[in-house]
């Protein structure tokens, strides 16, 4: 098998993880878990230099999924990596969890950094790069923005601030899905044009679709190239992708599935 | 006590040879590095300053992502901006990650002066003292301040040290050991106890004096650790003397006033009056008119004491 069929694979069992979590769970975010779900399985299962063993390495790349509310992505990609049992998937947003409703680095291993309140991820991100940075390490850090979460002022601080201090090892993805909870992103805020914002804030910015992965690929390999900037990496994707009654439906942004919606999404990923 | 210090500048200096002693810690601020006195630390360790302009919550968010890669960073803004603006990353992202950031916090209080009520903070210890996993202290001279500072890299995790504008009187002896947590009994009294913080310590002592002329024995207990407050410390001195007066530059709700009446009304109930900014906020002046005018002087001390001794059993 080529490496997109393996991506392919992996991301569909990713994919399968998240529905029957949340269906265990009842309650958290599907929408932006799978439309963010074919690049989380491209950093975590060709990009990101890690040891499942020793979560805390310190030449390991980070990632920092600043849209913590996907938390289900990040642990369904966690635990196919081998942090944790799989099984312990099911444990979601339970008392006693590790897996709490929004990541939490000091409860599970492999999350780099407590998100959830939206905004700040981007910012936690280039402190690992400035500490990398003075440490000489060469370990390169990424970061998952919702389009949403754009609407957040310290975003743009922090947007600044990477490409100020030229955090070239800084890459960070916008999962331009195109919803937010009240509704499309450019009927309650928009954020548009969102490449042009980051090229004007000094990044080197590359558009794709994020559910193409020789684009994802591709892209990723551009940034290594890239010196003296932050690469942004503005993916256009889908709000709920692989479930076709989830897609672009914006009241599956934050509501659970249904036990026989569990097995209706179940047989169509397949 | 002749000498005269702004804890800030001692903070200024002590982060200086913190970095100098230890490499893993850096330093970041919000475009007031000549006010809050990490300028020196930025001259002399340019690779280990960040200037992250004015944006403060960038500042804290950034912090976090350092102290999570190993480094200790010192942040420093002006109070009200560093607590209040950055409220919510300090929230969420240092303390409830519980990650090694440091938050020098200058110009607290009305002592700020001219600059007026927009940047008087007169509730950052309320707001700071009720996150779990922060440490804070209120360093009453120069020499608490840089107790506070080095205490402050040796703890793993959040702390915020609040720090003054104007210049003060140097209470301690280069021999006096910052005890984090340790309240420090500067007088042994009998009939009441004055519980003061930052700059009041230095009023306290003043108060002390005069009700000395009156007949009245204070003792005074400086606190220069906010949380974990030393219940031990204040429940002793209440029973022993009977009544407290506390004393404080911050609102009389949620700060030193709060604690120690939460302290008190637990363990040892006995007659309080909190000396602090009332319920209102600051405006400019000088910090000496503003003191008075604001009730932080000996002289309100002197008469909260008159008051307290009077409700005792
Ligand atoms: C600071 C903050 N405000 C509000 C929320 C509640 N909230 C959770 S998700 C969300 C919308 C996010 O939209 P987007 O970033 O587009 O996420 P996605 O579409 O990828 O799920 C909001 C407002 C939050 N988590 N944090
Ligand atoms: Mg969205």
Redesign the interface.
């Given at each position: 098998m080529g490496e997109i069929e393996e991506l392919q694979k992996k991301a569909k069992e990713i994919r399968k993880h998240i529905i029957k979590m949340l269906g265990e769970a009842g309650s958290g975010h599907p929408g932006g878990s799978l439309s963010a779900a074919d690049i989380v399985t491209t950093l975590y299962f060709h990009e990101l230099r890690l040891d499942p063993s020793r979560p805390d390495w310190p030449d390991r790349d980070r990632f920092v999924l600043s849209k913590g509310h996907a938390a289900p992505v990040l642990y369904a990609a966690l635990a196919e990596r081998g942090f944790f049992p799989v099984e312990e998937l099911m444990t979601l947003r339970k008392l006693g969890s590790r897996l709490q409703g929004h990541p939490d680095m000091r409860k599970l291993p492999g999350v780099e950094m407590s998100t959830g309140s939206l905004g700040q991820g981007l910012a936690a991100a280039n402190g690992m790069a400035l500490a990398g940075r003075l440490d000489q390490r060469d370990y390169r850090v990424y970061v998952m923005l919702g389009d949403g979460e754009l609407d957040e002022g310290m975003v743009w601080e922090a947007a600044m601030a990477a490409a100020h201090y030229q955090l070239d090892h800084v890459v960070a993805f916008v999962d331009h899905n195109g919803f937010q909870i009240d509704g499309p992103i450019t009927e309650v805020m928009s954020p548009e044009p969102v490449a042009d914002k980051w090229r004007a804030f000094g990044w080197h910015v590359i558009n794709i679709n994020g559910h193409d992965f020789k684009q994802i690929l591709d892209a990723l390999a551009e940034a290594k190239t890239v010196k003296g900037k932050p690469t942004m990496i503005v993916a256009e994707t889908i709000k709920g992708k692989g479930v076709s009654f989830m897609e672009n439906q914006v009241n599956w942004h934050g509501v659970a599935p249904k036990p026989d919606e569990v097995q209706r999404a179940l047989a169509e990923l397949g | 006590m002749s000498k005269k210090i702004a804890t800030r500048e001692a903070y200024g200096e002590a982060l200086l040879q913190l970095g100098r002693e230890n490499l893993d810690v850096?330093a970041l601020d919000a475009d007031l590095a000549k006010s809050t006195k990490t300028y020196d630390f930025g001259q002399n360790f340019p690779?280990?300053f960040?200037d992250?302009?004015v944006?403060e919550?960038?500042m804290?968010?950034?912090?976090?992502?350092?102290?999570?890669?190993?480094?200790i960073?010192f942040c420093s803004s002006f109070a009200i901006f560093a607590s209040g603006r950055a409220f919510?990353?300090v929230r969420?992202?240092v303390a409830?990650?519980?990650v090694n950031v440091k938050i020098g916090a200058s110009h607290a209080g009305i002592t700020v002066g001219e600059d007026g009520g927009s940047h008087a903070s007169v509730e950052d210890i309320a707001i700071m003292r009720v996150l779990p996993n922060m440490t804070v202290f209120v360093p009453a001279d120069a020499v608490e301040t840089a107790g506070a500072v080095r205490a402050a890299a040796a703890i793993n995790g959040p702390v915020y040290i609040r720090l003054g504008r104007s210049a003060v009187p140097v209470l301690h002896g280069e021999d006096f050991q910052f005890e984090p947590g340790k309240a420090v009994v500067l007088r042994e009294g009998l009939d009441v106890t004055i519980i003061a913080t930052g700059i009041m310590v230095v009023a306290a002592l003043e108060a002390v004096d005069q009700l000395e002329a009156k007949g009245i024995r204070a003792g005074v207990l400086d606190i220069h650790t906010i949380k974990p407050i030393d219940v031990d410390a204040i429940v002793n001195a209440a029973r022993k003397t009977g009544a407290v007066v506390t004393a404080e530059e911050h609102s009389i709700i949620g700060g030193l006033g709060g604690a120690v009446a939460e302290a008190l009304v637990e363990h040892c109930p006995v007659p309080l009056k909190r000396v602090g900014i009332p319920d209102q906020f600051g405006e400019s002046g000088t910090p000496a008119e503003l003191l008075e005018k604001f009730g932080l002087t000996p002289g309100h001390i002197v008469a909260a004491v008159e008051e307290v001794i009077t409700r005792k059993a």
């Open positions: - | 850096v690779e280990r960040f992250m302009g944006a919550q960038n804290i968010g950034t912090a976090a992502g350092l102290a999570a890669a190993g480094k960073p919510e990353q969420n992202s409830y990650t519980s």
